[in-house]
């Protein structure tokens, strides 16, 4: 399963122990896993090239201001 998800079934009036999950359980795609790394360098200067030239904009949300109005109250 992916995301070392485990699925188990559980007895309508049983009690449930579930066991600890790691994600070394199931590996990642070693292809997929490599060509993740190799573009994320290359990305992310990418990325930052764009928000310093303008084409991007980094802004919040109107939900994170409402949050900050109300802690401050």
Known sequence: M????EGFAV?????VTVGNMTTTDHLADPLASSFAAL???PLT???ALMW???VLEVGTSDR???RRVAQQC
């Not at 992916?2 to 998800?5: D, G, I």
């Open 45 to 47: 200067e990418l990325y």
């Open 52 to 54: 310093r030239v303008g």
């Open 11 to 15: 007895a309508p009036d049983g009690a």
């Open 64 to 66: 994170t201001d409402h």
């Open 39 to 41: 573009l994320r360098g």
């Open 2 to 5: 992916p995301f070392s998800n």
